[in-house]
């Protein structure tokens, strides 16, 4: 099963999101628009993975410190467009923990550098956004969820499987 660990947006996050979709389609962007359901922060890429429980068992010997995020500005990676998330101590040395003891178990996991971002359109076409507002908005992240990537209808969907 495909896997990755993620923090879920709080509902004012989301709001917010949103309201930054709504201007860019104003503005003509087109694309994937994220579905909001599926909106997250990826911690750590996994990929396939036949042991859930082994990232599991992973996730619970970590300790999640209670840490805060906001927006910071917003950019493209390639085709995909994302707001970023303010960098954070906290969060990156609880993702330099968990890759270190996830590869020490024997889980293979991305080697990118934690780059803080929540993306909302792929295969972004046509002209970039410009002038967005993003807003002032933040939340404490209180639980890490392991989620599996499903193919639905044709559509992806993200399935909370395990949180700590």
Known sequence: MR???AVWPNDEMKKAMISVMHEMKKQGITGN???IQNLHMTLVFLGEVKEAEKVKNVMDQ???EKAGLSFSDYGNFGDAFWIGIKTNQKMKKYVSDLKKALKEQGI????EKFSPHITLIRQQKGKKP???VIPDTSMTVNKIV???SEIKDKKTMYKEIYAV
């Open 3 to 5: 896997l990755f660990i």
């Open 33 to 35: 628009y994220v579905p």
């Open 62 to 64: 970590i300790p999640v």
């Open 108 to 111: 293979p996991c991305s080697d």
């Open 130 to 132: 410009s002038g967005l």
């Open 146 to 148: 392991l989620l599996k």
